[in-house]
């Protein structure tokens, strides 16, 4: 589409000067785009748009609540044009989030890391419908959602609509978790939006400036330049060795009586930072953050943030501190959005902390509701409650003793459907299943009691899919696929066999593929922690961290934005202007 | 210096990897660059360094309020060491302002125009120090300014403090001058500040965004889309001109069924826009207008702006008509900021509108205490005034009565002084100033009451100079090259004949050298009027635009980016995400 636009705004600029016209035939010929030099109402384009009005009347209604990852990858992944699309969300564009901390100080641009979500929909062949506001209240009867707009000016009253689906997807994130500690919302920085990123950008120069002034003194200054990360998380980690590089590298040369002062606090209420990863990595970054004077302070239970100090409660002594600070970053995890938990109550998941969806991403309850992304978590089932059901399946003859061999033909649709038997079966070191049976029993018959007994430890691997833009993305390409095979699935079901009823299932499960995660350490280093339990940290990884940021980029514009950004920073350093 | 960072951090990188150490030092020779490979520690750095803070009992404290065009531009040029300089802004950063209209629509970003005070100053060989606060008190008696921090967050309470000065320099710019028309402050977006420009910016997307809800009526969707412009100045101009742009190149594209609702308006009171320009401009300017669809009304005076519609007055028809509006932008001219208006009443200026200074910048009646910029007017002196002076001076001998070759010796300091005397004889197209003196007279004599009136038409031609980057840019200068020489030139005085005085003028006055101004009408077309009256108009006009603000930039870095910003815009068009 870019190359479209470049030539679409040549060919503006050409013609108005139609000397050069000839060049532009040569160099599109050449380049073999003279098919792109056309206005956007060219027959191909209204043909598409004349289809998708006429066929509005029999359309199927999807709405989709967000524009985060989940959100964005199923809109990107949708080709289907037989779905009236609505979106809606607050923000009118996707946000890459992982880049969010390198954001927070200037090593890549907000702008560089955001794409109109609208732009992102319009090379789609069908009409996407984007509408900027908040949905406030889900309505499952009527199978309508009530939105606002969240705009805040002078350009009038609340505009308030609902919309009307036939399937809903919600991915509308999950907000920022404070555990209640009293003061947090009030004084403390989060990490979740870019909004966010750019107000901890200015806070930090405005920490700096502060501590210029002539009238703080030094107590007040080593006060202002004390930055305190809560959590340590990818996400705290790789904001507090940003900051430390920010520092190091750019503020001490323009503020170098201050450099002295400055100190960077990272509270962990665990054992460890970085605990969801690997235990070298966890000692490499804790080593590393030794090294470069970042204070880590694990066994640390914030207990409340006021306005100058933070409270932490030390594990190992039991007693309380309080830490004065300049600027407290909090990211400590995720909460449910108020707007689910009245979902929740509604359709009944009432003791649960997250939105339940079955392993097709339907929300539990509610057949046309989709949930995916941090909003919603997999209520994997188990195969303990399913035992009987599964032995009655293969025991086709009803006799309650089957041979080992018996269970070939359901084993396939087994391990789709429970996806803790293959991770089992991977940790024991067994070849398949049938081994699995086998072991339990030297004899080669089994009843309902053994099939149990070998299948008993199963259950224990199973494991919530991790908060990551990894997890909404896979989860928002795999729905669009369920949607544009819809039609053919309902015919042809390709998953696996319903064990309590008859049939298949139309799709095969989600299955989450884990591709490795990142975590930046600052001074030009990453640890890196793979697929297969494959360790790398140092600079080698930090390329690798360049390289697949690059190429996740959502657009092109956003690609060359961030990659520009990374080579202006090398050349240049980071911006400390407060705007 | 971006040579120098560049080569720190390569040799930073290339340190932590020996083996490519050999390749350093080879492009580093090749490149004649190997002396940069050096930290900061350096002994050439810090004997400079030292030098400063040794000297610092006996140097001159110079303080200088503001970081805009006049206070950036004497920074920059302030070369004698033998100054203490502190820089007191609420900004801790310069804006190249002839931008911003480019920002409010993405075609520049913000961050690519603006550069760190600190990062400027930093180049100096003596120490520089910059407070982020406003100054609003100068207290004049003793030599003191009060200062207070902006800043409005958890930091602590507000920070007070006072400076000494020796030399204060006055270059706080102005404020947008609403003349007290009510509602503007509340409803309309000036575009001054970076900031004003982020916020025009983020309130266009939200008129398209909020025009895009199912629940706006068709009527309202017009209301929200109707931009209206006051002020057909160059800035008014330029941002009706971009914002014309940016819908029909960017946001039509996005928001397809919403082109034919917007609406864009210029009211200006004059007679025409842009009529500081020569009058091919103004008529080339209306009438690309009129074919772009941007309504221009000229003779409207803006008497209130309410929440949702704006109230002028036409001049034709002497009614009052009431306008909906989404969006305004008032960009009328500037007024004087309350602080200056303080400092005015202070010091005896009370009947006048802006602060007034000498032809050396000095504020009238306060020796050391200079003002440059949009903040202060100079009061040229008339010719008038000293007329019995300056004829005294020439005549020697007292006698009365004097040949027009006597006049030899004083014409260069008339010239030099009283910088109308050129203008006129430019005008009436002479040679020079004898042949002005000899045009009024035949007979070769003059006595005082003929000298008189052979200039008594010289002064009309006296002119305010425009509220302009350039103007400002040039006294920061001038002045800095008068601090720089203040010794010398305290011995060698260099400065025209006091005419009412002994000896002579320390300085030469400051004269403002004309460098051209360009109106740009979007579409890539600009108008330039250069000196001698060269008017220009079109494409070619816009890359002599593109090549000067590429040219005229601060630094390397925002050089670098203003002009990727325009690559990247004519690749990949402009954001419309609403951060």
Chains 1, 2 share one sequence.
Not at 65 to 73: E, K, M, N
Not at 539 to 565: G, N
Request: aromatic share 10%.
């Amino acid at each position: 589409m870019s190359g479209y636009r470049f030539y679409e705004r040549a060919s503006r600029a050409y013609y108005s000067n139609p000397r050069l016209y000839q060049l532009l035939v040569v160099c599109s010929v050449s380049g073999g785009g003279l098919l792109a030099i056309s206005d956007q109402n060219s027959p191909i384009r209204s043909a598409f748009a004349d289809a998708g009005y006429n066929a509005d009347i029999k359309k199927k209604k999807v709405v989709v609540l967000g524009t985060g990852w989940a959100g964005t990858s199923f809109l990107k992944n949708l080709k289907d044009p037989s779905y009236d699309v609505k979106i809606v969300s607050p923000r009118n564009y996707f946000a890459f989030t992982p880049l969010l901390p390198s954001v927070t100080n200037g090593t890549v641009e907000s702008r560089s890391i955001v794409e109109p979500i609208r732009s992102i929909v319009r090379k789609k062949k069908f009409d996407v419908y984007f509408k900027e506001a908040e949905c406030y209240k889900i309505d499952t009867e009527n199978r309508k959602v009530y939105c606002r707009s969240t705009q805040q000016n002078n350009l009038g009253g609340v505009e308030e609509f609902t919309v009307d689906y036939d399937y809903l997807v919600i991915a509308m994130g999950a907000r920022s978790n404070t555990f209640n500690t009293p003061g947090v919302v009030e004084h403390a920085h989060f990490l979740k939006e870019v909004e966010d990123a750019q107000r901890i950008r200015r806070t930090v120069i405005d920490c700096f400036e502060r501590a210029s002034l002539p009238s703080v003194s030094e107590e007040e200054k080593k006060r202002i330049l004390h930055f305190v990360v809560v959590g340590g998380g990818p996400t705290g980690v790789e904001f507090a060795a940003e900051l430390h590089d920010f520092v190091n590298e750019d503020l001490a040369k323009l503020y170098p009586k201050l450099k002295e002062h400055v100190r960077i606090t990272l509270l962990e209420a665990g054992d460890h930072i970085l605990n969801m990863f690997d235990k070298r990595i966890t000692v490499f970054a804790e080593e590393k953050f030794a090294r470069d004077g970042i204070d880590v302070k694990v066994g640390s239970m914030v207990t409340k943030v006021a306005e100058k100090e933070i409270c932490t409660k030390e594990r190992s002594t039991g007693q309380t501190v309080s830490i004065p600070y300049g600027m407290v970053v909090w990211s400590t995890g995720i909460g449910t959005r108020p707007v689910v938990m009245d979902f929740m109550k509604q359709i009944g998941q009432t003791n649960r902390r997250v939105l339940a969806t079955d392993e097709w991403l339907r929300v539990e309850g509610c057949d046309n509701i989709y949930a995916l992304g941090d909003c919603a978590t997999i209520n994997q089932r188990k195969v303990m409650e399913d035992i009987s059901a599964i032995f009655s399946k293969a025991d086709k003859n009803n006799t309650g003793h089957l041979k080992v061999d018996d269970f070939k033909e359901v084993i396939k649709d087994i391990c789709e459907r429970y996806p803790q038997v293959e991770i089992h079966l991977k940790k024991k070191q067994l070849k398949n299943f049938l081994q699995l049976l086998k072991n339990s029993d030297a004899n080669d018959e089994l009843n309902i009691e053994k099939f149990k007994l070998a299948l008993s430890e199963v259950d224990t691997q199973m494991k919530n899919l991790p908060a990551t833009a990894q997890v909404a993305a896979q989860q928002g390409t795999y729905l669009a696929d369920c949607f544009n095979r819809m039609e053919l699935c309902e015919k042809y079901p390709e998953g696996p066999l319903r064990f309590r009823g008859t049939g298949r299932h139309r799709f095969r499960p989600f299955r989450y593929k884990h591709l490795g995660q990142f975590a930046p350490l600052g001074g030009e280093q990453t640890a890196a922690q793979l697929p297969g339990d494959w360790v790398s940290i140092g600079h080698s990884s930090q390329w690798l961290w360049y390289s697949v940021y690059a190429s996740k980029q959502v657009s092109w514009r956003t690609r060359y934005l961030v990659v520009s950004d990374w080579g202006r920073r090398f050349v240049f350093g980071r911006d400390s202007s407060r705007i």
